[in-house]
């Protein structure tokens, strides 16, 4: 069973330039939330996709925006891209229905901005 | 003040040891809370994952969630070497549907041979 995937790996984005992250969610899950974890902190909450619809959001710009398909994959989209965006970021797939739905976490992808 | 304080660290420990992770929160809507690890240059991986209050128990690994005190621990009993990551506390308040994770700082832990 492939568990949560995300491509690419790595990624270096000049300023300014725009970045597309994909993710594809554990077999059997419908539920996407991407993360955001700078180097010695924590993952931040970005947004989370369920119905190919943006349920929730955490504080970040609308430079930040993204898309899930019918088929539960996931693209995150950042525009006008700072130095500051430079970070691991994660897909996190789960099952909207379960009162213990467990959160499980792709490998990451790193960007670099330059 | 972050909504989940995390000690980073670093913890060095002899392998063998007990070690005890910790996090403190301060909003008391967060009902499951959850552990990861998280390998250098990986994603975090689930290790524990309580409801409420009380304890769990999983091999090696004991999670405590004393909701009284906004205060949850990880206990590693035995530790090894392969325990050498980063430990990350995080709690959600929304039931049914995920809801957003927030995370603690994490903590770096070190077990030497």
């Known amino acids: 069973d492939a568990g949560v995937t995300q491509s690419p790996t790595h990624l270096i984005k000049t300023r300014g330039q725009q970045v597309t992250l994909r993710c594809s969610p554990k077999s059997g899950h419908d539920t996407v939330s991407w993360y955001q974890q700078a180097l010695g902190q924590g993952p931040q909450f970005i947004f989370q996709?369920?119905?190919?619809?943006?349920?929730q959001r955490g504080n970040f710009p609308d430079r930040f925006s993204g898309h899930q398909f019918p088929n539960y994959s996931s693209e995150l989209n950042v525009n006008a891209l700072l130095l500051g965006d430079s970070a691991l970021y994660l897909c996190?797939?789960?099952?909207?229905?379960?009162?213990?739905?467990?959160?499980?976490f792709g490998q990451g992808t790193r960007l670099t901005v330059v | 003040q972050k909504e989940v304080e995390q000690d980073p660290g670093p913890l060095s420990v002899p392998e063998g040891a007990i070690v005890s992770l910790n996090c403190t929160y301060s909003n008391s809507a967060f009902q499951y809370f959850m552990w990861y690890r998280q390998y250098s240059r990986k994603g975090p991986e689930l290790l524990m994952y309580?409801?409420?209050?009380g304890n769990k128990e999983d091999g090696r690994f004991t999670a405590q969630v004393d909701k009284s005190s906004k205060y949850i621990s990880l206990f590693i009993r035995d530790s090894q070497p392969s325990d050498s990551a980063t430990y990350l506390c995080?709690?959600?308040?929304?039931?049914?549907?995920?809801?957003?994770?927030?995370f603690g700082q994490g903590t770096t832990l070190q077990v030497k041979p």
């Open positions: 995080a709690m959600r308040a929304l039931s049914g549907n995920t809801g957003k994770l927030i």
């Open positions: 309580t409801y409420s209050s």
């Open positions: 996190a797939s789960s099952l909207e229905q379960g009162a213990m739905s467990e959160a499980f």
């Open positions: 996709y369920y119905e190919e619809e943006e349920r």
